[in-house]
């Protein structure tokens, strides 16, 4: 019904700069929180940003200042800009998008990207 397809990730040196794409396609309606997580070996998944249908935007602490998200509703995509990585930024990174179908607007689709390495050299 919805399928998300990243990309971006690769390998950088500490204090260099990736950006991240995450785009939606499906039968969408709308899609009311676009996001993005980690997992590091070893670690659980946490949350690294997210931002809201109308702009509002959260970041991990580890992160404030570093990454921006944003997005483009016209074209379902959330990206992510890394600036100043750090070895422990190394995880792969997962899109989250929280989605209402065409078929059932009051349904509210969780919906996961399939996952880009980013390794940080130190």
């Known amino acids: 019904q919805v399928q998300l397809v990243e990309s971006g990730g690769g390998l950088v040196q500490a204090g260099g700069s990736l950006r991240l794409s995450c785009a939606a396609s499906?039968?969408?309606?709308?899609?009311?929180?676009m996001g993005w997580y980690r997992q590091a070996p070893g670690k659980q998944r946490e949350l690294v940003a997210s931002?809201?249908?109308?702009?509002?935007?959260k970041y991990a602490d580890s992160v404030t200042g570093r990454f921006t998200i944003s997005r483009d509703n016209a074209k379902n995509t959330v990206y992510l800009e890394m600036n100043g990585l750090k070895p422990e930024d190394t995880a792969v990174y997962y899109c989250n998008q929280l989605v209402r179908l065409t078929t059932n607007i009051r349904r509210l689709g969780d919906y996961w990207g399939q996952g880009t390495q980013v390794t940080v050299s130190s």
């Open positions: 499906g039968i969408i309606f709308s899609i009311d929180v």
């Open positions: 931002i809201t249908s109308g702009g509002s935007t």
